[in-house]
């Protein structure tokens, strides 16, 4: 992190306690590249959006190339390190972390092309592979958080996230048995299992990983301080009884339930809105950057994705209705703001390794973390990220299939666009060479 003058700041998200770089930039490279990979099979089968068929094996592989290729992988990488900074402790095992990344990069590849193909043995095989790499990565970062003295609302949202991530994971397990036929009895509960791993993925998991860190990393990113932080234990515990009441609705048909769990969820990003507001209004940046105005938009977009939940239960869409609030809701949330804090923690890293020395210079002048990106650039991304959502998800609640194409390919652009800009801060032969060097 650097001030706005561009002198990098002491104490930013890399301590003494950080993992080899190696460690979570691999996990970070796979999913950048799993971002531009899924963009552009996202635009390629935006015909398929247009009229609204789910559930096929192009578009439930396309599904998990986004959460488990690429946001998972670069949120796994993330955790790694920002965990030593917010939690002042190390990862639990290197070793382990190390290791892992090659069992989950097997089972995500091997389950994308099963899901893909649709092939009941891959699905088995390739899917408990990734389940293996998923505990093992919860088992070292819950002994991780176990060693930390530091506790308060971010623990909370972090050690949730972990535990939510298990939850997701069995259920998973219970999709791959039944998706696979060598257990048909759960086929009588497929819709109640697919809906719950969703909300525990994506409500429980990514939203408590997002909100926790967000504590963290936004008045990182725009040095502020002497906000008040009394809300945060409020929003952890509304985001918790969202979750379960809306699993309980799931399972017992209740829509009362599904109210009572949308309206908590409100409650719960317009309490993070306040702090979030709080914070930058405390900030010490003369300027505001776009990958934190883009964070914050991903914040109102998830307040509305939980509008459009509540309108879903008067609007009967069937299957195709669901996916367009889910889509929205990975999208729109969970991506953007993935996408807003890699334009800072990316960097940061980068530069950590590579032109931190004092000898480090470009023109004989010091290199800085805003020589790496100009983050103006990211300006038209998160417009067109914004632009393509709010267009498909219109087109879509009318049926306007030309809207939805239209939609699908701006999003495209928008993702293609920040890989590029990621690949481009990486360096891949720079970095293949760091890559294969003993860490």
């Given at each position: 992190?650097q001030t706005s003058?561009?002198a990098p700041?002491?104490?930013?998200?890399?301590?003494?306690q950080?993992?080899?770089?190696?460690?979570?930039?691999?996990?970070?490279?796979?999913g950048?590249?799993?971002?531009?990979?899924f963009?552009?099979d996202?635009?390629?089968?935006?015909?398929?959006?247009?009229?609204?068929?789910p559930?096929?094996p192009?578009?439930?592989?396309l599904?998990?190339?986004?959460?488990?290729?690429?946001?998972?992988?670069f949120?796994?990488?993330?955790?790694y390190q920002?965990?030593t900074?917010?939690f002042?402790v190390?990862?639990?095992s290197?070793?382990?972390?190390r290791?892992?990344?090659?069992?989950?990069?097997?089972?995500?590849?091997?389950?994308?092309?099963?899901?893909?193909?649709w092939?009941?043995?891959?699905l088995?095989v390739?899917g408990?592979?990734?389940?293996?790499?998923?505990?093992?990565?919860?088992?070292?970062?819950?002994?991780?958080?176990?060693?930390?003295?530091?506790?308060?609302?971010?623990f909370?949202?972090v050690l949730?996230?972990?535990?939510?991530?298990?939850?997701?994971?069995?259920?998973a397990?219970?999709?791959v048995?039944?998706?696979?036929?060598?257990?048909?009895?759960l086929d009588?509960?497929?819709?109640?299992?697919?809906a719950?791993h969703?909300?525990?993925?994506?409500?429980?998991?990514?939203t408590?990983?997002?909100?926790?860190?967000?504590l963290k990393?936004?008045?990182m990113f725009?040095?502020?301080?002497?906000f008040?932080t009394w809300?945060?234990?409020?929003?952890?515990?509304?985001?918790?009884v969202?979750?379960?009441?809306?699993?309980a609705a799931?399972?017992?048909?209740?829509?009362?339930l599904f109210?009572l769990?949308?309206?908590?969820?409100?409650l719960?990003?317009?309490?993070?809105l306040?702090?979030?507001?709080?914070?930058?209004?405390n900030?010490?940046?003369?300027?505001?950057?776009?990958?934190?105005l883009?964070?914050?938009?991903?914040?109102?977009?998830?307040?509305?994705?939980?509008?459009l939940?509540?309108?879903?239960?008067?609007w009967h869409?069937?299957?195709?209705g669901?996916q367009?609030?889910?889509?929205?809701?990975?999208l729109?949330?969970?991506t953007?703001?993935v996408m807003g804090?890699?334009y800072?923690?990316?960097p940061?890293?980068?530069?950590?390794?590579r032109?931190?020395?004092a000898q480090?210079t470009?023109?004989?002048?010091?290199?800085?973390i805003?020589?790496l990106?100009?983050?103006?650039?990211?300006?038209?991304?998160?417009?067109g990220?914004?632009?393509g959502?709010?267009?498909?998800t219109?087109?879509a609640?009318?049926?306007w299939?030309?809207?939805?194409?239209?939609g699908c390919?701006?999003?495209?652009?928008?993702?293609?666009?920040?890989?590029?800009?990621?690949?481009?801060?990486l360096?891949?032969?720079?970095l293949?060479?760091?890559?294969?060097?003993?860490?």
């Amino acid at each position: 992190m650097q001030t706005s003058a561009g002198a990098p700041v002491m104490g930013g998200i890399s301590t003494s306690q950080s993992p080899p770089f190696a460690v979570p930039i691999r996990y970070m490279l796979f999913g950048v590249i799993c971002f531009g990979l899924f963009a552009i099979d996202f635009a390629f089968q935006s015909s398929t959006f247009a009229h609204g068929v789910p559930g096929t094996p192009s578009v439930v592989a396309l599904t998990h190339a986004l959460t488990l290729g690429a946001l998972l992988s670069f949120v796994m990488g993330a955790v790694y390190q920002l965990t030593t900074v917010a939690f002042l402790v190390p990862i639990a095992s290197v070793t382990a972390a190390r290791w892992n990344f090659w069992i989950y990069l097997i089972g995500v590849v091997g389950l994308f092309t099963s899901m893909s193909r649709w092939w009941p043995l891959g699905l088995l095989v390739f899917g408990f592979v990734t389940v293996i790499s998923l505990y093992l990565y919860c088992a070292v970062m819950l002994t991780s958080l176990a060693k930390t003295k530091v506790r308060g609302p971010m623990f909370g949202f972090v050690l949730s996230a972990h535990a939510y991530l298990i939850l997701a994971v069995s259920v998973a397990v219970l999709l791959v048995l039944a998706d696979s036929g060598y257990v048909p009895t759960l086929d009588l509960a497929i819709g109640q299992l697919i809906a719950t791993h969703i909300v525990l993925a994506a409500g429980g998991f990514f939203t408590f990983l997002i909100l926790g860190f967000s504590l963290k990393l936004l008045p990182m990113f725009t040095l502020a301080h002497g906000f008040s932080t009394w809300r945060q234990k409020w929003t952890l515990r509304l985001a918790h009884v969202s979750v379960w009441v809306i699993i309980a609705a799931i399972w017992v048909a209740i829509p009362l339930l599904f109210w009572l769990g949308a309206i908590c969820g409100l409650l719960t990003l317009l309490i993070h809105l306040w702090d979030m507001w709080a914070i930058i209004k405390n900030r010490m940046r003369k300027k505001v950057e776009w990958p934190i105005l883009g964070v914050v938009s991903a914040v109102v977009m998830g307040f509305f994705g939980l509008c459009l939940f509540l309108l879903r239960l008067f609007w009967h869409g069937g299957e195709a209705g669901w996916q367009t609030i889910v889509m929205f809701y990975m999208l729109g949330v969970v991506t953007m703001t993935v996408m807003g804090f890699a334009y800072k923690i990316v960097p940061f890293l980068i530069w950590t390794k590579r032109h931190s020395r004092a000898q480090a210079t470009r023109q004989g002048k010091p290199i800085l973390i805003s020589d790496l990106i100009d983050v103006r650039r990211s300006r038209p991304v998160f417009i067109g990220l914004i632009a393509g959502i709010i267009a498909g998800t219109t087109a879509a609640s009318v049926s306007w299939a030309p809207g939805v194409i239209g939609g699908c390919m701006v999003i495209g652009l928008a993702i293609v666009m920040f890989s590029v800009q990621m690949l481009r801060v990486l360096k891949l032969p720079t970095l293949r060479k760091e890559l294969f060097r003993h860490d």
